[in-house]
């Protein structure tokens, strides 16, 4: 199976008042596409660090990121995030609140017909099993909703990588057990390749099928 995701000893950091702070140091591993991969440690590790240079929104000091082949980052290049295939969905959903769920899934496809913009978001929400909620506005759906709503509007453009970061931290114990549950069952159907960020052990066993343990900026196992 072909890696989509290629990570090579990775330093990310910041300069601060006494010079470089490195956030994460030599961290290394592929994902096969098609797999969901998760990043597991405690808040602080390094791993949405890791999520954030991945998607262009922090600059690579030393190693390389590559994505389904094309080269993304080095300390010389970097591609920036409108260029680099990767959606995200982050803790907050941030769906538009003056925009109709529909509407929201649709506002990536800018360069998309009329048509064909139509046919993909009908398509996502038939995949998030919200095919009936089109019309209905953010604040008139449950919290479960909203965020299958995001997941379906971070998957419209056909990403080649989706980052998940901390996504079900919002939600209550039963809704986010359950959840985690449907949207891997919704990312392997539409055979997307997923890397999520969490603190939550349960989470990544349910989730992931491969686990990167992060300790002080470094991947201590990845398996």
């Not at 604040?139 to 056909?158: D, M």
Request: aromatic share 4%.
């Amino acid at each position: 199976m072909t890696a989509a995701l290629h990570l090579q000893d990775l330093q990310l950091g910041y300069n601060g008042a006494r010079g470089l702070h490195t956030v994460v140091d030599g961290f290394s591993l592929d994902l096969d596409a098609g797999h969901i991969g998760c990043l597991l440690g405690p808040s602080g590790c390094g791993k949405t660090t890791v999520l954030r240079a991945i998607a262009g929104f922090e600059p690579v000091r030393a190693g390389r990121i590559e994505l389904g082949g094309v080269l993304l980052s080095t300390p010389t290049l970097h591609r920036p995030p409108e260029q680099r295939r990767v959606g995200m969905m982050f803790q907050e959903y941030a769906l538009f609140p003056h925009l109709t769920a529909a509407q929201n899934v649709g506002f990536g496809l800018r360069r998309a017909t009329a048509a064909e913009r139509r046919a993909r978001v009908d398509a996502m929400l038939t995949l998030v099993g919200l095919a009936e909620a089109g019309a209905r506005f953010p604040h008139e759906l449950s919290g479960g909703q909203q965020q299958r709503i995001a997941l379906a509007r971070a998957l419209a453009p056909a990403p080649a990588l989706l980052l998940l970061d901390e996504p079900f931290s919002n939600l209550d114990g039963a809704t986010r057990e359950r959840l985690t549950a449907e949207v891997r069952d919704i990312l392997q159907q539409a055979g997307q390749t997923a890397m999520l960020v969490t603190h939550n052990e349960r989470e990544a066993q349910v989730m992931a099928d491969r686990i990167g343990t992060m300790h002080n900026g470094r991947l201590s196992r990845w398996v």
